[in-house]
């Protein structure tokens, strides 16, 4: 599919961040009627999960991104929108948005930059706060990245804001579904999906 898609890249091959899941786009990665799909299931016992840059490995200081999706509601697997530091170092930060299990109520979060220690990060709002509807509807979650502030918006509603957990080097965009962390095994007949109707990004 990635073929057919040049200015998409995707990773391929590795585990995801809980170690079960094998990002394998060809594998989970449709499109139909213009929406791109996620397949999220397993073969051989295996989950298949994928990881997209919708706009290539493009490099962003600042940002606003909305994204209108759903997605069914099937335990193993969840969804985020990511912002990620180019170069992979985590210490930079992290702005995740939306996120959360396949067909729950999602959160924000964000990570200040040079608080790693003993393998994690701080993370802003200090206290959860999730959206007031699920995501097996369609719903447009927006970041909006700027100089000293961080915004969440849910279908056009401020959830959160945060000036302490503020990037201040290039990320790139991620659209990410994978396996579930700290919740136990990927149940082996689970089969979801993440429906994307569109994304736009602004510098």
């Known amino acids: 599919m990635l073929s057919k898609y040049p200015s998409l890249a995707a990773y391929d091959g590795s585990k995801d961040t809980s170690k079960q899941g094998l990002y394998a786009p060809n594998k989970v ?3 139909s009627g213009g929406n791109l799909d996620f397949w999220l299931h397993s073969e051989n016992g295996q989950p298949q999960v994928a990881a997209v840059m919708p706009d290539d490995y493009a490099k962003h200081t600042t940002g606003r991104v909305s994204i209108r999706y ?3 509601n099937t335990r193993g697997y969840k969804f985020v929108g990511m912002l990620w530091p180019s170069d992979d170092n985590w210490n930079e930060g992290e702005i995740d948005w939306p996120e959360g299990d396949l067909g ?5 979060e964000s990570a200040i930059p040079d608080s790693y220690s003993n393998g994690t990060m701080k993370f802003e709002p200090e206290q959860q706060m ?3 509807t699920d995501t097996t509807g369609y719903h447009v979650a927006t970041t909006e990245w700027d100089k000293g502030l961080v915004r969440f918006y849910w279908d056009g509603q401020l959830i959160a804001s945060t000036t302490k957990a503020v990037p201040t080097t290039p990320f790139r965009v991620t659209l990410q579904a994978e396996t579930f962390i700290g919740e136990g095994t990927v ?4 089969s979801g999906h993440v429906d994307i109707d569109w994304i736009s990004i602004w510098n």
């Open 29 to 31: 990665l449709s499109v």
């Open 70 to 72: 759903k997605t069914t």
């Open 104 to 108: 729950q109520k999602v959160r924000p």
């Open 130 to 132: 999730f959206t007031p």
């Open 187 to 190: 149940p082996a007949a689970a």
